[in-house]
């Protein structure tokens, strides 16, 4: 390795597996976007800020939505300013440059720094729209017409692309991308996570909460299987609330903060129905859910 | 080298493409393997494969081909505390580069057995020793083109353990799952028209600013076409007694489509084994509630996509004989095979699935009339992949083979 080259080796706030530091590391060296898969609250965007942060670098997202165009990313020419200005006598109309206004992708392109570039939920926007950004994400360049510029990237920003697999991308995109699918965090890997957010938790609180957890991630009837940040949340409104640790896997209180969908938390509850009835022990369930009668 | 093992990816189904394969030997020969299998291994799954639908295909792919090679284990606890200690990286010469002859695996593996036997103590640097840094091949953050990476970033399992797990297993796509994967496979079947018919009725406001902009202030009126899918779609479901295992997998199918709101029209009609003079309005196939198959063909537009739903398995003069319908009180005096080519001919968008898995068609009782239909319909079986196939061969015109 002749040249020295930017490794990412995580940050102090970020947990990140072996395996997607490799992949960040290889996207890098080879300047190609890197594509993101993964279940929500796998911090996928996480990531890009992480990177950033790790490199020293400035962060520069542009959050897709469905009504997103690819032009938009490159350039706007804003043609009613223009046409103010002429109105009015202000600024100098013929200089068309200046109603040239880039897009977070021109913006990342002319930065003197490199950059990491985070593409936020490319799956939200039209079935075209990776499709119309491959030239410019390969040749890190676009032609302004009306200016008749080409903008051509300083330095290659690091680019991230999530995705929440919504729609399939188009295959001539995906084969100038680096994948990595993250997957779930694994128990001990998610205690990691854990201990980032909540630094001095009590260590049997967490075990049993996690085992609670996953648990509940494995019932096979579960609609929307909570995640990383629910579980945040849960273990916070516990110590809150002051549960003690050997209440949580019978009782599990707030729910709630787990389980988002009415179906999703009716499997549960009568799953814990039908394992407390044995003891007689139904009666105060949870507080924060009323729906359920003995 | 490695071209082999492009092709058993190839014959594991990893769609792989030169494009990608040349990335591939571009990051080796930046080093991004690490000189380890295992950096290998997530370099080659990172550039390689694009889904992690085929994460489980790849792992197989991996395993199969470097089964053989194994990195050595049970290395003494020592060894691995001299590893512990990370080195800057160093810069690497071409004389350095010259230096090294490629030693093949087997030699590799002797000679870190002597080595071990030899060392004694500890070494950062240097040819000869395990240790971090230098040029010796055993050892981490050195170099050494073809060594054997010990520690460091590499970890205690070797790729091909990684890769036998299997971890993936779950995202294979050709698993049946829920309802919510097929409608985002149907979600698929859309074709947005702008262009192609239709009146422009909908003002586009930003080439209405622009133009008039570009005019200087006199107002100049865009128009647009309405984007809207123009998908027609026609779902006909067989509701037979052998379809009754099926019964869940055609439900959540049926779920799905009827959830699909994207669709400009969509019909349901069911049929009893085969398709004769009469498609039903209800499951129930009663014939107090019917339209004519005759009638649907001659007013239903071409341009209609046609899913059919079912088992074909039936007893051979179900499909092939006159009066071969399978209910008592009901007589065809077409047999059932030519309404299928009928409904095939008029309709080109069509395509057959089968409850049954692709691996039984030939075995299953009704393997002949199977083999049959699927000759005038492409068939593919009602799992989530071969849902998306289908709708790949319902978004083009499909070669009518010998009508």
């Given at each position: ?63 897709i ?123 001990e ?25 996953y ?6 009837n ?73 | ?30 080093g ?41 284990e049970g ?6 505390e ?14 350095m ?67 036998g ?15 919510r ?37 006199r ?13 027609k ?103 059932g ?12 968008y ?54």
């Open positions: 390795m002749g040249k020295e080259m930017k490794k990412y080796r995580g940050s102090a706030n970020y947990i990140v597996s072996e395996e997607l530091m490799n992949s960040v590391n290889i996207a890098i060296a080879l300047g190609k976007p890197l594509l993101l898969k993964g279940e929500p609250g796998t911090g996928k965007t996480m990531l890009a800020q992480s990177i950033a942060e790790a490199l020293n670098m400035r962060l520069i997202i542009w959050n939505k469905s009504t997103t165009k690819a032009q938009e990313g490159l350039y706007v020419y804003d043609t009613v300013q223009r046409l103010y200005d002429s109105q009015f006598g202000e600024g100098d109309v013929s200089n068309i440059k200046q109603y040239i206004k880039l897009g977070k992708l021109g913006e990342a392109f002319v930065s003197d720094e490199q950059v990491v570039l985070l593409i936020d939920e490319i799956d939200k926007a039209d079935l075209e729209f990776p499709n119309d950004l491959l030239w410019e994400l390969d040749q890190m360049s676009f032609y302004i017409p009306e200016t008749k510029e080409t903008i051509v990237a300083k330095h290659r920003p690091i680019v991230i692309i999530t995705s929440n697999a919504e729609k399939e991308l188009p295959d001539a995109f995906l084969r100038r991308c680096i994948f990595h699918y993250i997957a779930f965090p694994t128990p890997e998610m205690e990691k996570i854990v201990r980032v957010h909540h630094p001095d938790i009590d260590r049997k609180l967490l075990e049993q909460a996690m085992e609670a957890f648990m509940l991630r494995s019932l096979p579960i609609q929307k299987k909570p995640s990383t940040s629910e579980l945040i949340d849960w273990l916070q409104a516990l110590v809150i609330g002051g549960i003690k640790p050997s209440r949580i896997k019978q009782e599990l209180p707030f729910l709630g903060v787990l389980l988002k969908k009415n179906e999703d938390l009716d499997v549960v509850l009568n799953q814990l129905y039908n394992k407390n009835q044995n003891k007689n022990a139904t009666t105060y369930i949870s507080g924060s859910i009323n729906r359920f009668r003995v | 080298m490695f071209t082999d093992f492009y092709y058993v990816l190839k014959a594991y189904g990893v769609p792989v493409s030169m494009n990608e394969w040349y990335t591939l030997m571009e990051a080796l020969e930046k991004l393997a690490g000189s380890s299998l295992t950096g290998f291994y997530y370099l080659c799954r990172s550039v390689l494969v694009k889904t992690e639908a085929h994460y489980d295909r790849f792992d197989l792919a991996f395993a199969h081909y470097f089964k053989d090679v194994e990195t050595p290395l003494p606890e020592k060894i691995w001299w590893l512990d200690k990370e080195l800057p990286e160093m810069e690497i010469t071409e004389e580069r010259r230096n090294h002859r490629q030693l093949d695996l087997d030699e590799l593996k002797r000679m870190l057995e002597e080595r071990l036997r030899e060392q004694t103590e500890e070494h950062h640097g240097g040819n000869y020793w395990i240790g971090t840094g230098g040029t010796s091949p055993f050892g981490h953050s050195g170099y050494h083109p073809g060594g054997i990476r010990i520690g460091g970033q590499s970890r205690n399992l070797s790729a091909v353990k990684v890769a797990m299997r971890r993936f297993q779950e995202f294979r796509t050709d698993e049946t799952l829920g309802v994967q097929f409608q985002v496979a149907l979600r698929k079947l859309r074709q947005f028209t702008s262009r192609l018919d239709g009146q422009k009725t909908e003002l586009d406001l930003d080439g209405t600013i622009n133009k008039t902009c570009q005019n200087a202030g107002l100049e009126l865009v128009w647009e076409r309405p984007r809207e899918n123009s998908i779609v026609l779902l006909l479901m067989d509701a037979g007694g052998s379809m009754t295992v099926y019964s869940r997998l055609c439900n959540q199918l049926f779920t799905a489509v009827n959830k699909s709101n994207h669709f400009k029209d969509l019909k349901v009609f069911y049929f009893h084994n085969c398709i004769y003079d009469w498609l039903f309005h209800t499951p129930h196939c009663s014939l107090s509630d019917y339209t004519e198959t005759e009638y649907v063909l001659k007013t239903y537009d071409p341009e209609y996509r046609v899913i059919i739903v079912g088992d074909a398995s039936m007893a051979p003069y179900e499909l092939t004989r006159v009066g071969g319908v399978i209910d008592w009180e009901l007589y065809n005096d077409k047999p095979i030519e309404w299928l080519r009928r409904i095939r001919r008029k309709f080109e069509s395509v057959w699935l089968n409850p049954i898995p692709r691996d039984y068609w030939e075995w299953t009782d009704g393997a002949f009339t199977i083999k049959k239909i699927a000759e005038i319909f492409p068939m593919e079986e009602l799992t989530v992949d071969g849902l998306e196939r289908a709708i790949k061969k319902l978004r083009s015109r499909q070669a009518v083979a010998n009508l």
